[in-house]
């Protein structure tokens, strides 16, 4: 269901190839070893409860429960374990699997043990879609599947991720670096250009649903910065709506800042303000592969200026997440520029400002 049209050909992506490529990463790695989950925090732990057929252990007695704040539906097995969380008004679910291991030893030495697979439904989550055809079809091809999610695909463009490439030669993943160096670069400019989108990284003309071409830059090659990776992620492999620039038609905005102050997704943590003041009270609303914003640069004035998504906890029960920055010059959920922790009082904990959920 893609509503995106490129001008050229949009990549093939095929199975086989991905997941022989990204078992070569010898940095960033997706390892399926159950044994992992028992090594992590109670906290992060979901019970896996898929079998080789890829249903749930008790599929005779699964059931729906609603939930508030958001307003959401949760399925869950005989036991209580839960199996899928959907979220009114927004795409995003999150689906219970085998466990996975994402580690980035480069950077950092935090690991991330989960088993939350974040996927994009076709349509968006509303009360008693469960009983429609489309989510029937939807949820028997992807509850228990091990195709590349969300996840899986913003781990393609970290430190030393191998190179895919389409079945007409281009590079679709691998290693991204935020932006060029900057010739102006000095105290008070930033090192690091910004404004590399997907397209840049491509190195390929688009065109957006609206009909606007945009052109990349060749100094941009191979580069995202953190809207651009999330645009990247959800937008151009997992087929999100995309608009080509803030307040240029319909779909996921250009801009940090253009994305939360839209009206896509879900507001989980609702914008207050930018100040340290408006820092959220409560994050333990935050699912798997929630957008983040943060405000961080003062010269910036009100407009909100980094993202991310949430990956969930780490072994050692700290919210982790995973953006583009400039001083790691790419994707990362390392220490380069400020821990990627949401919990305590640190850089990104102390900037947070709102969340949402596609």
Not at 37 to 45: G, L, N
Not at 64 to 92: C, H, I, M, Q
Not at 233 to 254: C, K, M, T
Request: glycine share 10%.
């Amino acid at each position: 269901m893609s509503e995106l049209k490129p001008k050229k050909k949009r990549p093939v992506l095929h199975a086989v190839t991905v997941v022989a490529l990204l078992a070569g990463s010898a940095y960033f790695t997706v390892e399926l070893r159950k044994d992992e989950q028992a090594k992590a925090p109670v906290v992060a732990s979901v019970t896996d409860g898929v079998s080789a057929a890829g249903k749930s252990a008790d599929a005779g007695q699964q059931k729906w429960e609603r939930l508030k704040n958001p307003e959401r539906s949760v399925l869950r097995d005989g036991s209580g374990n839960v199996l899928a969380t959907f979220t009114d008004g927004a795409r995003t679910a999150t689906l219970t699997g085998p466990s996975r291991t994402f580690t980035e030893p480069a950077n950092t030495k935090t690991r991330v043990v989960t088993s939350d697979w974040v996927r994009l439904m076709p349509e968006s989550w509303r009360n008693g879609a469960e009983r429609e055809q489309w989510f029937k079809e939807w949820f028997k091809k992807f509850y228990g599947s091990e195709e590349d999610d969300i996840f899986a695909i913003a781990f393609q463009y970290g430190d030393q991720a191998p190179v895919k490439k389409d079945a007409d030669g281009t590079p679709y993943a691998g290693d991204a670096a935020f932006g060029p160096i900057n010739p102006n670069g000095s105290v008070g400019n930033d090192l690091r250009e910004e404004q590399s989108d997907f397209y840049d990284y491509l190195g390929q003309s688009y065109t957006f649903r609206n009909g606007e071409t945009m052109a990349p830059e060749a100094a941009k090659y191979r580069a995202i910065d953190c809207s651009g990776f999330i645009r990247t992620v959800f937008g151009y492999r997992s087929r999100y709506p995309l608009a080509p620039l803030d307040g240029h038609g319909d779909g996921l905005p250009r801009t940090a800042n253009g994305i939360s102050r839209s009206n896509v997704g879900v507001d989980i943590i609702p914008l207050k303000g930018i100040t340290p003041a408006d820092r959220p009270s409560n994050i333990d609303v935050l699912q798997p592969g929630d957008l983040l914003f943060f405000k961080l640069d003062q010269r910036t004035g009100q407009r909100l200026d980094h993202t991310g998504m949430y990956l969930g906890n780490d072994t050692e029960g700290h919210k982790i997440f995973i953006s583009s920055r400039e001083e790691a010059n790419g994707p990362t959920i390392g220490d380069k520029g400020g821990t990627s922790r949401l919990d305590g009082n640190g850089y990104y904990a102390s900037t947070l400002r709102s969340a949402k959920r596609l």
